[in-house]
């Protein structure tokens, strides 16, 4: 039974798939059963890299979801609209979809999980998060009997890649920003990326299938790597720590009916050891921490269009076989709820003066004797207790540099103890301020 | 819907699953729909860490496959017999199956999967390979779109245990060994282990999954660590590599109705920055390489009662999950294709004349001039093209080690050189020989 594929977007990512259906032979025998019927592009004439015959293509998108001999859906365009109001006019269709779009299911999520319910149809989004990495189905399908503790990753690949070579190269950030952007790891407006706006994206949807329910994105403090200076990566070096842009949802304790979370997308020291430290370049890597499983970690391609179109068939081979199961299409069968991952309870953020984290701080200060005493106190007097004090060599003159490591402190106490070093005579500048784990 | 589970055997991972069912609490709620209702045990007697209710418990395990009130089989016993009937038993019976035996499924997988498509019901394993990784689902359900070119792991824990601890300590095998065992790393009998065979019968699950055929275990070269020198660790380290005892599934060219595949088990090593490299103590992970997925990797612990159990119940969660999708029981329904793996192509080990490796070589010879010399013509008059050749410090007299790494050759030159080499007066013995990635 040959099932009709309706692209939505022909990309990068679209190419990656149409250049898969059509080239079955060695894959998984169900590849040979997807037939691509309509894509929608935005400009018919445009060269691409796969041959297509014209009467497939389509400059409407709407008439690609409405054709039936399109039983799958597959959207592959980006942006929150038109991809939005299309993905919900196939669910209403009763078609089942597949999005690797993590803007639109980070901020429309619930609607759209909402709709699928109603409708009985799947939505599936392997390659909104990690790329070819396997890490949406491994969390709804393989890890259902754990307690999830935290999910920590390095999920943006753009922002890997700068920070990859900053390290190595010990060069300024807007300097690899430029050349990362010459070479195609970068977009010509990187805001997304370097701000941490894509990693909070997607750390939000693996929170909302980790824990069982939605999260609210734009609540999600974020901070990207475009004000990072290449100094801290360096002294973080020398203190065995690399930095990475980490997005991480972490488990609070709290009342079972709902489940409080820690999440949040900022520059972090990793120790050397951990294993999100070696992830380097454009690689991804998610790590969950479950009762009782312990540490596991998925790793892999982040992006581009061989590894994304895999997880995109993925998805497309998950409906197909799903549909054989239940005996083809029709909306009245119920779902399976491990791959349809509706939510089973309230999640909520809580304010970030009560989570606790390790801290590196770097301040600017005056080379003299007792600066590092002054500020020991300030730590001490605010219960916050120190790992290490280090004062750098500097360039400048009349000025040194100190960095301190905390152990896991409250973030209430941390800012009252920074209040009072900022007001330190000695104390120049709060030069730097990074989360260490 | 509740659903009956019944648990062959109470040992380590048994004892957790049977946790895991008892405190559904934060898991997902699907876990609370399983009821755990018989427990096949040895002795009825044996104190436990998991608090049983006397009347679940019965010493004959048929009893408790032919329960009616037990819905899904669940084979943690381990060994070859009586789990291969009773596995058998339960399909017989229209009853899906979840095992973590894989030696069962290495050498009867065939029979199993064929009894499972004429019963109707699937047959899961997610347990059998890597512990608590999520890695056989993965294979199955996400990664279907790809043409896999290898996959390969480490996937022992006790062996990569002890090969941690021989590398960061220098120490002798034997050592570490007795020193595992104590610690419980290793088991009284460690055979199974050390001289490879698990990880053998792990990546003929593992190929067989990843190519679409079943693999014939027996046929696997299997090396162990047994025989393994600390030396060759250490002069490996000052190489840039690290030893581990990998388990290799690579696809040959060949026909497309057949496929071809270099399945094999050995000490190898790999260069420190590969992904595999940094994995130490009992931690396992499976690298797998695909077109156009590129490498993916899944890491974490390989063994252990709460990672094992956390792939037996997720095995569990995925059968309660399409029985829902497909309306409860019955055995009339299609299987997923996906979750079922059923094979799809012949699979044929090649012979390993016709690979091509790297190598190391390790010889005891004459400490003389001219002996390198007479080595590298013996490997180039075989076609075999060395990448380098270091005369390492010895403390006997009267003689120097040389150690050997070559580029990629096919096996057979590189037998005719061995043998060349070892005819040469000045070469005393092949103290060792590795291969390398």
Redesign the interface.
């Known amino acids: 039974m040959t099932i009709g594929i309706g692209l939505l977007g022909l990309g990068t990512v679209g190419a990656?798939v149409a250049?898969?259906l059509a080239t079955p032979?060695?894959?998984?025998?169900?590849?040979g059963e997807l037939e691509l019927r309509r894509v929608a592009v935005r400009d018919l004439n445009r060269p691409r890299t796969v041959a297509l015959a014209a009467e497939l293509l389509s400059t409407d998108p709407e008439a690609v979801v409405d054709d039936p001999a399109v039983d799958i859906v597959v959207e592959v365009m980006g942006g929150l609209e038109p991809a939005r109001s299309l993905i919900l006019r196939a669910i209403a269709a009763g078609k089942p979809v597949v999005t690797a779009n993590k803007a639109v299911i980070a901020r429309y999520g619930e609607e759209i999980a909402a709709a699928a319910a109603r409708s009985g149809v799947y939505v599936l989004i392997?390659a909104a998060v990690g790329g070819?990495?396997?890490i949406i189905?491994?969390l709804k399908?393989?890890?259902?009997?754990?307690?999830i503790q935290r999910v920590s990753g390095i999920i943006n690949g753009t922002t890997n890649y700068i920070l990859s070579r900053m390290a190595a190269e010990g060069a300024a950030y807007s300097d690899v920003l430029a050349d990362a952007q010459r070479l195609g790891y970068a977009e010509a407006d990187p805001a997304a990326d370097v701000q941490g706006g894509d990693a909070a994206d997607k750390i939000a949807i693996l929170a909302g299938l980790a824990y069982?329910g939605p999260v609210p994105r734009e609540a999600i403090p974020t901070e990207g790597i475009d004000q990072l200076d290449a100094r801290d990566i360096a002294y973080a070096e020398q203190l065995g720590y690399v930095v990475k842009l980490l997005a991480v949802a972490q488990a609070m304790p709290g009342e079972?009916a709902e489940q409080l979370l820690d999440v949040r997308v900022h520059p972090t020291l990793l120790p050397k050891a951990h294993?999100l430290a070696?992830v380097n370049g454009v690689n991804n890597a998610i790590l969950v921490e479950?009762?009782?499983?312990?540490?596991?970690?998925?790793?892999?391609?982040g992006a581009?269009?061989?590894?994304t179109?895999?997880?995109?068939?993925?998805d497309i081979?998950?409906i197909a076989?799903?549909r054989?199961?239940?005996?083809g299409g029709g909306t009245q069968?119920?779902?399976?709820?491990?791959?349809a991952a509706g939510s089973?309870r309230d999640c909520r953020l809580v304010e970030s003066a009560v989570t606790s984290h390790r801290n590196y701080l770097r301040l600017r200060t005056s080379d003299r004797a007792g600066v590092i005493g002054a500020i020991g106190t300030c730590f001490g007097e605010a219960g916050v207790s120190i790992q290490s004090i280090v004062q750098f060599e500097t360039q400048s003159a009349g000025g040194a540099e100190i960095v301190v490591i905390t152990h896991e402190v409250c973030e209430a106490n941390f800012r009252q103890a920074l209040a009072a070093i900022e007001a330190l005579t000695d104390v120049q500048a709060v030069a730097a301020c990074l989360r260490t784990l």
């Open positions: 990656g250049a898969i032979a060695g894959r998984h025998p169900l590849v392997e070819g990495i396997p189905e491994p399908q393989s890890l259902g009997a754990n307690r069982g079972q294993p070696g479950g009762d009782p499983v312990g540490q596991v970690m998925f790793y892999g391609p581009g269009a061989g590894p179109a895999s997880a995109v068939v993925a081979l998950n076989g799903i054989q199961a239940t005996g069968a119920p779902l399976d709820p491990l791959l089973w």
